[in-house]
């Protein structure tokens, strides 16, 4: 009898355990392996059942599905793979156990954003021209003279800035931030023309998306009385995100003599 009763016990703590099992089975859910794709700004990155390299070299899904106790499903994507198709850096963060996306302090992309610049001039690093072939986001950097016949063929372009007179006193110098769309043309022009008695030079950088670190094309000395001309390429197969330059103009030396110059930026088909 006390075996019997032994075996009863043994066999409700069983039936009681599986039934403790089965619903937290149930509110667990199922999982699924790369059931979806990723479409970014309208073209496929990714295609359903796609394999990710992960930093480590190995392959995995690029989705996970989650499958709820009611049939209901949450999709999840790859933070790294996603930061990869938005062009933002990611890292790790041991000390809070948090992945970091971009970094702090970004702002929004304005169609046209003014800006007093960094306040202070390069003393190295300004050439006499351009950097021809240099490629940065959406933009690469050509020889003016290759497509200096377009403001000869009648076509109105777009115009960010037009004959735009420029003066300042002292520190920080004027930027201006242009978020491009390549379904205005294919070039973009940008002209300075220093008025002022002492040397200027032209910047222009592409932002990184998520960080406040720039890009940087070559910066080029405009001298007094002179105009430089600097044109872009602009490729209507980038990242979406990449279409974003600033374009700014400062002062090398006796930044008590003031500023005074005339800029153009505008684009062509």
């Given at each position: 009898m006390k075996k019997l009763l032994s075996f009863l016990a043994g066999m409700l703590t069983a039936v009681m355990l599986s039934m403790a099992v089965v619903p937290a089975l149930a509110a667990g859910g199922g999982v699924e392996y790369g059931q979806v794709g990723i479409r970014f700004f309208g073209k496929q990155k990714v295609e359903a059942g796609d394999l990710y390299a992960a930093p480590n070299g190995q392959q995995v899904p690029s989705s996970i599905t989650y499958i709820d106790a009611a049939g209901g499903k949450t999709n999840y994507l790859s933070i790294r793979q996603l930061s990869e198709l938005f062009g933002v850096d990611i890292r790790w963060d041991a000390s809070a156990q948090s992945v970091e996306i971009g970094s702090a302090?970004?702002?929004?992309?304005?169609?046209?954003?003014?800006?007093?610049?960094?306040?202070?001039?390069?003393?190295?690093?300004?050439?006499?021209?351009?950097?021809?072939?240099?490629?940065?986001?959406?933009?690469?950097?050509?020889?003016?003279?290759?497509?200096?016949?377009?403001?000869?063929t009648g076509e109105v372009p777009v115009s960010y800035l037009k004959d735009t007179r420029v003066q300042y006193q002292y520190y920080g110098f004027p930027e201006y931030t242009v978020d491009v769309s390549s379904e205005h043309g294919q070039y973009l022009i940008y002209t300075v023309t220093n008025n002022g008695q002492k040397e200027q030079y032209t910047m222009v950088a592409h932002k990184n998306i998520g960080g406040n670190s720039r890009e940087l094309f070559s910066s080029v000395l405009v001298q007094p009385g002179e105009t430089v001309v600097r044109a872009f390429r602009v490729d209507k197969n980038a990242n979406p995100l990449d279409y974003s330059l600033t374009f700014g103009v400062g002062g090398t030396i006796d930044f008590d003599l003031g500023t005074d110059v005339t800029v153009s930026l505008e684009q062509y088909h």
């Open positions: 302090g970004t702002g929004g992309i304005n169609d046209v954003a003014i800006s007093t610049g960094t306040g202070e001039a390069p003393k190295r690093g300004i050439s006499e021209k351009p950097q021809f072939g240099q490629k940065i986001g959406a933009f690469e950097e050509i020889d003016p003279s290759t497509v200096s016949e377009l403001k000869d």
